[in-house]
């Protein structure tokens, strides 16, 4: 299972279910009261080469390939998730609750064609997710 992790250091990587430290400053990461965001991006024409951005809380949380999925590890609580596709910033911005009873949410990014595409963040079951 592919994990990225935000530090309060700032620093964004990512790892697995075995990490406890932050690569870049050395602090343990505090674990408790986290749960995770599983973010799939459909297989998608437009901009595929491109990386998306993902944000949350309007912090980024780095990048996301076409047909690419990561656990984003955040507290529990409600997030805003945003993506953007290059200059891009036409995003639905969901509202995402992670809780000790649901510490996962699954949601999968896709690009709505148009004259102006948008990137739209909808929930998704676990059965709709690739591995990751
Ligand atoms: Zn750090």
Do not use: W
Request: with cysteine.
């Amino acid at each position: 299972m592919k994990m990225r992790f935000r530090c309060g250091c700032g620093n964004v990587f990512n790892g697995t279910e075995q990490t406890t430290v932050c690569p870049g400053c050395g602090r343990p990461l505090d674990l408790n009261n986290c749960g995770a965001i599983q973010v799939y991006r459909m297989g998608n024409m437009v901009g595929m080469a491109v990386g998306m951005g993902i944000y949350v809380d309007e912090m980024p949380f780095g990048h996301l390939a076409n047909k690419e999925s990561v656990r984003l590890v955040v507290p529990y609580g409600t997030h805003k998730l945003h993506m953007t596709l290059s200059t891009n910033r036409n995003c639905n911005d969901p509202m995402i609750t992670i809780t000790p009873e649901a510490p996962v949410a699954f949601c999968k990014a896709h690009i709505s064609g148009g004259f102006v595409a948008k990137i739209v963040i909808e929930p998704a079951n676990p059965q709709d997710m690739p591995p990751c």
